[in-house]
């Protein structure tokens, strides 16, 4: 997600290194901490000079940021179901890898719609490999 102005704003598919100076906001109550360990080494990587910035704050107050171009975030899927005034969703084009651990004979409705999520295809997404483990 970047502010609706930004000069990358305008790409359908954005690679990490064109985030190489960017300062990606996430939403601590929202993210892991191995999604957060795991951006900013990709963002301290040879040739990126940006910064991760965690904040204990929701998405869509990061998303408020966003527009007043305080920075860029990174979210899933489900953002695009919200439109944000000031704010231009853009894909990345690799994924990040996601895994999940559930057991196999839960009746929580709520693991079979997250794997129907995982499986959703995109045409440049690469297929998703989903099993379950007891």
């Known amino acids: 997600m970047l502010p609706q102005e930004h000069a990358l704003a305008a790409r359908e598919r954005i690679g990490w290194p064109a985030l190489a100076n960017e300062t990606v906001m ?9 999604l957060i360990t795991g951006l900013a080494q990709r963002m301290h990587a040879p040739g990126m000079n940006g910064s991760v910035e965690v904040h204990d704050i929701g998405t869509c107050s990061i998303l408020a940021l966003v527009a007043r171009g305080r920075g860029v975030s990174i979210s899933t899927e489900a953002i695009r179901a919200h439109a944000f005034e000031g704010v231009a969703v853009c894909d990345l084009e690799e994924t990040l890898e996601v895994h ?14 997250f794997l129907r999520l995982l499986r959703c295809d995109r045409p440049h997404r690469q297929s998703v490999c989903v099993s379950a483990r007891a």
Not at 26 to 34: F, I, K
Not at 104 to 109: A, C, Q, V
């Open 100 to 113: 999940a651990c559930w057991d196999p004979d839960s009746p929580n409705p709520v693991v079979g719609r």
């Open 26 to 34: 996430l939403s601590r109550p929202d993210c892991g901490d191995a």
